[in-house]
C-alpha cells in the first residue's frame, strides 16, 4: 500500500505523524511511504533523513494521493478537497466536536480511523495513553506558568516554600491525563485533590499515594466546592469518542478567587468547563470572571519532538495492520473496530453518532 504523511497545518501544530524509523519499518514490509517536503521540520526531522530511510519526498498533493493518509491532527477545511471514496484516514479526529468535518467525511465516503477511540478489552486507549501523559503533566506548567503575577495570575507559587502553604490544584479526572498532572503536581509539591466518579480508580490512587494527595467523588457539590478553593484547576475527564461532560458551570467559574487558572485538557471533546473555549498556543489563554482559562486544543504540538516519537511508537503497529489488510483487519480486531468512526459514507462509532442524535451504522454493513 502506498501511506501519505502531510504536514500538519493547524495553527502551531510541529508534530509529524511518522519518523524514519516508521518508514523503514513500512517499507520492510512491502510498503511505499510519501512524505511531504518539511513535515518533520517542527519535530526536528528533516526531509534528508526521511529519504535516507526510503521515504519519496513530495507536496501536500502527492502525500494525499496515497492510499492510506496518516496524520497527527483532523484534516482543515482546506484538505477536505483531499477527500475521495478509497482514502483510508488514520490520525486523532474528535469528530463528537466537529460537525463540519463529520459531514464531509460521511459525504465523501471516506474511511476513517480515529486514534483516540481505539480501545482495548480492558477500557484502556493505547493511541491516546501517550499524548494524554503529554497533555497531563504540561496542564500543570501551564497552571504554574499563568498563576504567576505578571501573566495576570494569582501570584502563587505551586510549590510553596517553607512557611507558606503551597497551591492548590483541583484535578477533575483520574485518568491518563489526570494522573500525568497529578504526579506532576506532587513533584512540585502542590496540595493536590483529585475528583473522579469510579471508587476504584480513587482507592488506587489512594493505595499509591496516601495522605498525599485527597481524593473525592466527582459530583456537582463536590466539584464546587474544591473549584472554589483552588489556584488551578485541571479538567481531565474523558469519554471515548464522545463530546466531554460538563463538569464547571459558568457559576462555579465565578466563584473562584481572581487570577486563579483552569487549564481544560478535554477541550478537544469540547471541553469540561461551560466558559471555555478553544484557544493557540500563540494566544493561549483568555479571562472570564477574572479567572485565566487555558484552552490549547493541542497542547502536545508545543513538546514537538518528544511528541513524534511517543505518538508513532504507539500508532505504528496499527498502521503495519492497515497497510497490511486495510479497513478489513477491523472485522478481526474488535480493539481496531472502535478506532473506525465513518466509513461508507456512515458514522459507525457509537459515542460519535451519538454526539448528532444518530444511531450508528454496524461496521460490518458499512465496509
Request: aromatic share 4%; glycine share 10%.
Amino acid at each position: 500500500m502506498l501511506l501519505g504523511v502531510p504536514k500538519e497545518i493547524k495553527t502551531e501544530e510541529y508534530r509529524v505523524a511518522m519518523v524514519p524509523a516508521g518508514v523503514r519499518e513500512l517499507l520492510a514490509a512491502g510498503h511505499q511511504v510519501r512524505v511531504e517536503a518539511g513535515a518533520g521540520l517542527g519535530a526536528g526531522i528533516p526531509d534528508e533523513a526521511f529519504a535516507l530511510a526510503g521515504a519519496e519526498i513530495t507536496d501536500a498533493a502527492g502525500a494525499w494521493e496515497a492510499q492510506m493518509v496518516v496524520k497527527v491532527k483532523e484534516p482543515l477545511p482546506i484538505e477536505y478537497d483531499y477527500f475521495r471514496p478509497d482514502l483510508l484516514l488514520y490520525t486523532y479526529l474528535h469528530l463528537a466536536a466537529q460537525p463540519e468535518l463529520t459531514r464531509r467525511l460521511v459525504a465523501d465516503r471516506v474511511r476513517a480511523v480515529a486514534y483516540e477511540t481505539i480501545q482495548l478489552p480492558d477500557g484502556s486507549l493505547p493511541l491516546l495513553v501517550p499524548m494524554s501523559e503529554v497533555a497531563g503533566r504540561m496542564a500543570v506548567q501551564a497552571g504554574a506558568h499563568y498563576l504567576e503575577r505578571p501573566q495576570g495570575g494569582r501570584g502563587v507559587l505551586l510549590g510553596g516554600v517553607p512557611g507558606v502553604q503551597p497551591g492548590r490544584v483541583a484535578i477533575l479526572g483520574a485518568g491518563v491525563v489526570g494522573h500525568a498532572a497529578l504526579k506532576m503536581a506532587l513533584g512540585l509539591r502542590a496540595q493536590v485533590t483529585v475528583l473522579n466518579r469510579s471508587v476504584s480508580r480513587l482507592n488506587y490512587l489512594d493505595d499509591l499515594y496516601g495522605n498525599r494527595v485527597s481524593t473525592l467523588i466527582s459530583l456537582p457539590e463536590t466539584v464546587a466546592t474544591v473549584c472554589a478553593a483552588s489556584d488551578l484547576v485541571i479538567g481531565a475527564v474523558l469519554s471515548p469518542g464522545a463530546k466531554a461532560p460538563q463538569l464547571v458551570t459558568e457559576e462555579m467559574v465565578m466563584n473562584m478567587e481572581p487570577g486563579s487558572v483552569i487549564v481544560d485538557v478535554a477541550i478537544d471533546q469540547g471541553g469540561c468547563v461551560a466558559t471555555m473555549r478553544p484557544t493557540t498556543h500563540s494566544d493561549p489563554v483568555f479571562t472570564v470572571h477574572g479567572v485565566i482559562h487555558y484552552g490549547v486544543a493541542n497542547m502536545p504540538g508545543a513538546v514537538a519532538r518528544t511528541s513524534t516519537f511517543a505518538l508513532t511508537g504507539a500508532t505504528l503497529p496499527y498502521a503495519l495492520v492497515l497497510a497490511r489488510e486495510g479497513l478489513a483487519a477491523a472485522q478481526s480486531d474488535p480493539a481496531l473496530a472502535l478506532g473506525v468512526n465513518v466509513a461508507g459514507g456512515c458514522i459507525v462509532h457509537p459515542a460519535v453518532a451519538a454526539a448528532f442524535g444518530e444511531t450508528a451504522t454496524p461496521l460490518a454493513q458499512a465496509l
